[in-house]
């Protein structure tokens, strides 16, 4: 009896730990069943009811068979449906099924006519209202001008113009355009149309509903948007630098295959299908909510313990006119909102989940998360961002926003009197200790374009790991402020970013809190005594590989872009390649032990006064010249402002410098060689030598054993744990001359007995494909495709695509044929457009060295954001007697003189011609600061 009764108690505490509830989901399911393998329910919904009833008290697992789920309302999960770290509640795929969540609906029994010119006609529901149409899965146009450029959907494609002019000042009230090139139709209805109009600084884009057209004027007048951003600039700029822009949802438009447009008067749907499409034959599905999963508590009684493993994602609807809100004093506006949203959760999981073809964020955590992750997910084709970590305003204990001064006239200043002087955050309304990792983000911001892979504010100690992120029109990754740090960016693989905006970087930050007044980092506008009130703990950047292969279409586009008042960081053991690392004004960082391979100097602008950055072990090469130029770079750094009574850091030593374009005679900054730049005591224990690359041409810049940057104690890093650690192709793909081997990598995840099955002619893997053994060859162009079974068959993770191209010759870009070569090789990709390119004109007026700011981007990105007007480089004590009486110094940019806009030198020559020995008012700016001076010209 007792040998029983200890059995039993045996058995009970073997099981006790593995009592589960499962539930079954399945589109040929019914939601009157009981949710069992063999009777499974067929909505979300009804299986969440049944979640319910076990949540917090026993493990439950809601498994999803293959197919397609269609949800015509958000799923709401609130604290009811939490689980426990014992007893986990998790929604997942049947392992190998493939689940598909869809925030759409289908569009059947339609009964097509033709209307004329290709375009055929069919009602739909009454009140339908929708803002993207997929016909087999594939995203179509809704109807717009110009029409959509498929070979290069970018800003500088066909699909795009440029304004003629316009307000550029939030809210813009109007536009013109160039008649020659706009449309020759008559727009019956302007405003059923949204304009997409990037802002005149390319900063990002917005969003406008037409209001109406006058073609005498050649303008287009503007309804309600604008939000989409902060700062004052709208839509606006002359040639050059003038908008981009086109026109959607314009019925008389609809002219060109994959088109459709919705008369919301008429019920009636216009399509213009592809060529062998026949619309009997076709899925037409259209989105009909935003977010698709919110998962909401309160930090009182937080949603907790819930996992969603392997679904797929899709189709939802555009946010871009949702509300935005400005955040903090970054420059950008977010909508709160994702395909999953959570607020108020901990310990929540969302893995092995892909989210494509999503109109809005992926994943958005809003105010209270805690201990959140999402890993080995994918994000592709999102209308904004992939991951967002977003804390709530009031948590922050002093909140501006460039809105509250621009927008709303209120004064900074003012604003501070009596601010909280507590360190910290006010409230736990915030992300913290979050997790996004070994994910891939790539061709997401298909609607806006101020966007990020990973979106950091307000939040505290967030880390994002081994992910790979390319193809994006803004950052990479972006750390809107400098609440409240700790963050840890690691092991990231970032390349091909900011392609659509400028003046930014694949890893961009600000910190504008309590510390920073103003942008020019000198004591009355830089507190350093209140930089940890927020900067509470350092963000670390290390072990990322940053490139950047390509021109940016406006400035900036540093690898590692620490803009405004960022503090408090340790960067090390980064691989910079293209670009280099830029310091703005901020306190305590540490850039050491970096790699930085580029044509471009090192970013140092405006520092305070004894600032604790420390620059020190690093390698710095600098080679070829940047793109459409003709003159190879000499210098190392590219200083801006920074102070000359003190020296900028007191421990600036140790770094190898190597100008692969004169090795020999070369300056350290753009004024001072190596040996002036040695006598203001930095870099004395520095040496100038080649830094000996293991195998650059294959991405490997470790340097070798004899390496002089050994001896200065540098050491090298991994140069095979960059991004996510999924099935992987290296290369990942480009051209190639005559063979190239390729290798293949399994999921890190991969049990014993997994295999890497692969082909080499695009079409899906499966277990009838090759299986990879051994590295192999390529000779011809080819499209290879891999994925990890297990022993068992089932699928791991994701496909690994990668497009090899066979070519007479590769071209690579200036600083990298450069590195190879040994010496200096032009930028022949840009052949065309040297012979347009032209040095920033310079020209001393009245002992005044002046620069056409237009033409130097770093000084456009240096002095916050200014594209025109003559920037003062320089003022002779003795010669520029007038402008010194005035009050002007070095620094600011002439902008005016009296109401007349001085956009270059010539301009200025002019005016001061013209009022020869009269006193004059010459308004300038200077980091985002105007002033007005009154000049007496001689």
């Not at 004395?684 to 810049?701: K, T």
Request: glycine share 8%.
């Amino acid at each position: 009896m007792i040998k029983n009764i200890l059995i039993v108690l045996a058995v009970l505490l073997i099981t006790g730990n593995t009592f589960a509830k499962d539930i079954y989901v399945s589109p040929t399911g019914k939601d009157t069943n009981s949710g069992t393998k063999n009777s499974p329910f067929l909505s979300f919904e009804k299986a969440l009811l049944e979640v319910k009833k076990y949540a917090g008290n026993e493990a439950v697992t809601v498994w999803f068979t293959s197919g397609e789920y269609y949800l015509n309302k958000t799923i709401e999960i609130g604290n009811a449906y939490s689980g426990t770290e014992k007893y986990p509640v998790v929604f997942s795929a049947i392992p190998g099924a493939k689940v598909i969540i869809k925030g759409s609906q289908r569009l059947e029994h339609l009964e097509w006519k033709t209307y004329k010119n290709g375009i055929y006609q069919a009602q739909v529901p009454e009140g339908m209202s929708m803002d993207q149409l997929f016909v087999n899965e594939e995203r179509q146009v809704r109807a717009r001008f110009p029409n959509y450029d498929y070979e290069n959907p970018l800003r500088d494609g066909k699909g795009y113009l440029q304004v003629t002019g316009g307000t550029d000042k939030r809210y813009d009230k109007w536009f013109s355009y160039d008649p020659e090139t706009f449309s020759y139709k008559t727009w019956e209805h302007p405003e059923t149309g949204i304009v997409h109009g990037f802002q005149s600084h390319n900063w990002g884009n917005m969003q406008y509903r037409l209001k109406s057209i006058n073609k005498e004027q050649n303008k287009i007048f503007l309804n309600e948007g604008g939000w989409q951003l902060q700062r004052t600039h709208g839509i606006g700029g002359k040639k050059s630098h003038a908008s981009y822009y086109f026109v959607e949802n314009i019925f008389e438009e609809l002219d060109v295959p994959g088109e459709w447009f919705l008369n919301t008067e008429t019920n009636t749907l216009y399509y213009y299908p592809m060529q062998g499409v026949k619309l009997s034959d076709v899925k037409i599905e259209v989105p009909v909510i935003k977010d698709m999963i919110q998962l909401k508590g309160t930090k009182e009684a937080p949603v907790k313990h819930i996992q969603f493993k392997g679904f797929n994602f899709t189709q939802t609807n555009y946010t871009f006119m949702e509300s935005y809100e400005p955040v903090a004093r970054g420059d950008w506006a977010i909508h709160r909102g994702g395909a999953i949203f959570m607020e108020g959760t901990e310990n929540l999981l969302i893995a092995d989940c892909n989210f494509e073809y999503v109109g809005g964020n992926g994943v958005f955590m809003s105010a209270y998360n805690r201990n959140n992750k999402v890993s080995g997910c994918r994000f592709v084709h999102t209308g904004e961002s992939a991951v967002c970590f977003v804390g709530s305003p009031e948590a922050v204990r002093f909140y501006q926003t460039w809105d509250d001064r621009l927008m709303d006239g209120k004064n900074w200043n003012e604003m501070r009197e009596n601010m909280d002087l507590e360190a910290g955050p006010k409230t736990p309304d915030y992300p913290k200790n979050c997790v996004v990792e070994n994910s891939i983000m790539h061709d997401f911001g298909d609607v806006g374009k101020q966007v990020a892979g990973v979106y950091i504010s307000m939040s505290h100690k967030i880390t994002a790991s081994h992910n790979t992120i390319y193809n994006c029109p803004r950052a990479g990754i972006c750390i809107n402020d400098g609440t409240w740090g700790g963050h840890l960016i690691e092991f990231n693989d970032i390349w091909e970013t900011v392609r659509e905006t400028g003046e930014h970087g694949p890893f961009n930050s600000w910190g504008r809190e309590r510390q920073w007044k103003g942008g020019r980092g000198t004591n009355e506008h830089f507190i350093k005594e209140l930089t940890r009130l927020d900067a509470i703990d350092n963000t670390i950047l290390r072990n990322n590989k940053i490139a950047n292969y390509r021109k940016s279409i406006s400035a900036g586009n540093w690898t590692i872009d620490l803009d405004d008042g960022s503090s408090y960081y340790e960067i090390y053991n980064n691989l910079n390649l293209g670009s280099t690392i830029k310091l703005r004004d901020g306190m305590g960082r540490k850039v050491f032990n970096n790699i930085t391979v580029s044509a471009v100097p090192l970013g140092w602008h405006v520092w305070p006064k004894n600032s604790e950055d420390e620059i020190f072990n690093n390698i710095f090469v600098i080679a070829g010249t940047l793109p459409g130029k003709t003159t190879p770079t000499n210098n190392f750094i590219r200083e801006v402002a920074l102070p000359t009574d003190v020296k900028w850091s007191t421990n600036y030593d140790k770094n190898l410098y190597w100008n692969v374009n004169n090795p020999e005679d070369f300056n350290m900054t753009q004024d001072m060689n190596m040996e002036e730049w040695n006598r203001r005591g930095y870099d004395l224990s520095s040496i100038v030598a080649n830094p000996n690359f293991v195998d650059p041409i294959n991405g490997n810049y470790q340097v070798q054993e004899n390496s002089p940057a050994l001896k200065l104690g540098f050491k090298n890093f991994p140069m095979d744990e960059f991004g996510h650690q999924m099935t992987r192709i290296l290369p990942f793909g480009g051209d190639f001359e005559n063979e190239l081997e390729v290798s293949l990598e399994a999921d890190i995840r991969a049990p014993k007995g997994s295999k890497v099955y692969f082909t080499t002619d695009g079409s899906e893997p499966n277990l009838n494909s090759a299986i990879y053994s051994s590295p192999f060859k390529i000779k011809n162009t080819t499209v290879i495709k891999a994925r990890t079974f297990n022993a068992n068959g089932i699928a791991i993770g994701f496909t690994a695509e990668a497009v090899f191209n066979n070519v007479k010759t590769v071209t690579y870009p200036s600083w990298l044929s450069t590195l190879i070569a040994g010496e200096f090789k032009a930028d022949s990709s840009n052949q065309d457009k040297i012979t347009k390119s032209r040095k920033a004109l310079e020209k001393e007026i009245h002992g005044a060295l002046l620069i056409n700011i237009a033409d130097d981007p770093d000084l456009i990105d240096a002095t916050g954001g200014y594209n025109f007007g003559c920037y003062i480089k320089s003022l002779d004590p003795k010669k520029g007697q007038m402008w010194l009486d005035g009050g002007l110094d070095k620094d600011w940019v002439i902008q005016k003189l009296n109401k007349h806009k001085v956009s270059n030198i010539a301009h200025l020559q002019k005016f001061l011609k013209t009022y020869s020995g009269q006193t004059v008012t010459i308004t300038a700016v200077r980091d985002y600061g105007t002033k007005v001076f009154e000049v007496s010209i001689p």
